[in-house]
């Protein structure tokens, strides 16, 4: 009888350990999935402003074209007014796919950070477990 209370007290000591360390695991799993949805957002949104530029440099593309032809037509029309009223049309298209152009442009250059806080805290993760357990990280030689 004695020793089955011994065994029946060792067994959850022996066992409290990796019940901490499942613990730790199922809230590090959470925190973890808790940024990778965070850093979802924010590249779902840059990919919505990447497109939005491309349409909009897309349509204010093909109306400089359009108007540039009909501004070239009315140049050889009679009227002064006409011909202004055309080349302002066209520069509030080109405007108008400028903007386009750097929206696109400013999605680009924000491409490279994309989820990059969830890349840290795994590289630190890595190496948590390369202190604790004596690992070596592998190398790409």
Same mark, same amino acid.
């Given at each position: 009888?004695p020793?089955?209370?011994?065994?029946?007290?060792?067994?959850?000591?022996l066992l409290a350990?990796?019940?901490?360390?499942?613990q730790?695991g199922?809230?590090?799993?959470?925190?973890?999935?808790? +940024?990778?949805?965070?850093?979802?957002?924010?590249? &779902?949104?840059?990919? *919505?402003?990447? =497109?939005?530029g491309? /349409?909009? #440099?897309?349509?204010?593309g093909?109306?400089v074209l359009a108007?540039?032809?009909?501004? +070239?037509?009315?140049?050889?029309w009679?009227?002064? &007014?006409?011909?202004? *009223?055309?080349? =302002?049309?066209?520069? /509030?298209? #080109?405007a108008l796919?400028?903007?386009?152009?750097?929206m696109?442009?400013?999605a680009?250059?924000?491409?490279?950070?994309?989820?990059a806080?969830?890349?840290a805290e795994f590289?630190?993760?890595?190496?948590?477990?390369?202190?604790?357990?004596?690992?070596?990280?592998?190398?790409?030689?």
């Open positions: 009888m020793r089955q209370i011994i065994h029946g007290r060792r067994i959850p000591r350990p990796l019940a901490r360390a499942l730790e199922a809230s590090a799993v959470g925190s973890r999935w808790e +940024l990778a949805r965070l850093e979802w957002a924010v590249e &779902r949104g840059r990919i *919505v402003q990447s =497109l939005a491309l /349409a909009i #440099l897309a349509i204010g093909m109306l108007f540039a032809g009909l501004a +070239l037509v009315v140049t050889w009679d009227t002064d &007014r006409r011909v202004m *009223v055309a080349w =302002l049309v066209v520069g /509030a298209y #080109l796919a400028l903007v386009g152009l750097f696109w442009r400013f680009q250059m924000r491409k490279e950070q994309r989820f806080a969830l890349r590289t630190a993760d890595r190496a948590w477990m390369a202190r604790q357990w004596g690992w070596r990280p592998k190398r790409d030689d």
